[in-house]
């Protein structure tokens, strides 16, 4: 006769590993680079710490909390800066370009800051750093807080713009390079006798790359909001 089967005792299994923010947060950034944003639900991350859904609930407060302590982890590893009058603008596209970097790197990141205006200490700590560069700029205060928030705006839309390109498989050099060639054949072939001035330009309409355009939004916004104190 044989032995019974013997069930493995739970002291042979290999530990896991203790349920924290930290690990939660963890695995919900992994399941974003890999399936996106609507991929991240709190079963989908219990499954993958190899937990019930029920347990997350004792470190977040359900997916939105989830999704604020995501956005919370990206912010916080954005290098700020120490506002210096003497190169303040230098400091401005510095931070914007990680800020961007940061939602770029994590699809869908850049679309939970389109709602409500997040207030997180994290989040309000990289506020009050960009306001700061601005204000070390030398802007009036009132132009210095409408001139952030033209460039948060800025930086998630650009953001989210790339999510896109990506969702859609267009986000590579050489697809992107492709795009752009359709798009001047299509401005450059247009009837003259009706769009006289898009057909004429199409070469400076599809010019510069991201960053070009990036660097040039900023400093159109910084300029701008110069010369209208200027004017005062």
Known sequence: MHPPARHRSTRDRPAKAPLS?????DAALAILQSDGLEAVTMRRVAAALDTGAASLYVYVSGREGLLQAMLDRVTAAIELEAPDPSRWRAQLHSLLERMHQALVTHPGIAALTLE?????????????NLLGILLAGGLDPQDAVWACDIFVLLVTAVASEDDVRRARGRSDDDHRREQVDEIYKTFAGLPPDRFPLISAYAAQMVAGDHDERFRFAI???????????ARR
Do not use: C, F, H, Y
Request: charged fraction near 30%; hydrophobic fraction near 50%.
């Open 116 to 128: 409500d205006p997040p207030t997180t200490e994290v989040v309000l700590r990289l506020t009050e």
């Open 219 to 229: 400093d159109v916004v910084v300029d701008g909001v110069l010369a209208r104190a």
């Open 21 to 25: 923010e930290d690990a939660i947060v």
